[in-house]
């Protein structure tokens, strides 16, 4: 079945940028996404990027697509305190989404 | 906007025992599934639903039935807890396989 991967861990300072990375095993799927869970809540669509594109911005996130190596990751810039959280990414299956593992980002003061 | 309603929030069973987990989602959304997450393992899919009367299995569905009988609603059952079944439960929602919608998740726990 489907494989998608994270680090399990990041931490960043307040105000540098944050990058967490994904790869994904199934190169049909339409669309990639990054969800965001905070402590103690479900999770929340944060973006996603069409499997056409390369890059999608969005304020401070920047989505970066490699199709080649399956490949995605999400950049947010000027990280802050309340950006505190576990991110996951997702791939789009035939009928359900599989998502990774999450990224848990603590940002220190 | 109610978006997707998980009942209870928060559950102590003893092994052996049962209970039902309630979805309700006022989207009118076609998909409906129910993950678990555990911490290390992301979330994982139980079961899910491409519409009313419909049910299949997802990654991990030993253990646990579901029922969709209302579009609206999708019900997730465990007939005999066990403490591997220990976990937290989201339901999600979506018009079709891609932007899903959460619940706020149901807090389980089997002594």
């Known amino acids: 079945g489907e494989d998608v991967e994270q680090s399990l861990f990041l931490s960043v300072r307040e105000g540098d940028s944050s990058v967490i990375n994904c790869t994904y095993t199934d190169s049909s799927s339409t669309y990639l996404y990054w969800y965001k869970q905070e402590p103690g809540a479900g999770l929340q669509l944060l973006t996603y990027?069409?499997?056409?594109?390369d890059m999608k911005q969005d304020q401070r996130l920047t989505v970066l697509l490699n199709k080649k190596d399956k490949h995605l990751s999400l950049r947010i810039a000027d990280t802050q305190t309340g950006d505190s959280a576990i991110y996951f990414c997702?791939?789009?299956?035939?009928?359900?989404?599989?998502f990774g593992t999450g990224t848990r980002l603590t940002v220190i003061p | 906007n109610a978006g997707v309603t998980q009942t209870p929030k928060f559950r102590v069973l003893k092994t052996g025992q049962s209970m039902t987990l309630l979805c309700a989602q006022d989207m009118n959304h076609e998909y409906m599934y129910w993950y678990r997450q555990d911490p290390g393992m992301g979330l994982r899919l139980i079961h899910y639903?491409?519409?009313?009367?419909?049910?299949a299995k997802g990654e991990v569905p030993d253990g646990y039935n579901v029922s969709r009988l209302k579009k609206q609603n999708f019900l997730l059952g465990l007939e005999s807890a066990a403490p591997s079944q220990t976990s937290v439960y989201f339901c999600a929602s979506s018009a079709g396989p891609y932007e899903a919608f959460f619940g706020q998740g149901t807090r389980l726990t089997v002594v």
């Open positions: 997702a791939e789009s299956g035939a009928n359900n989404l599989f």
């Open positions: 639903s491409v519409g009313e009367g419909t049910t």
């Open positions: 990027i069409f499997s056409n594109m």
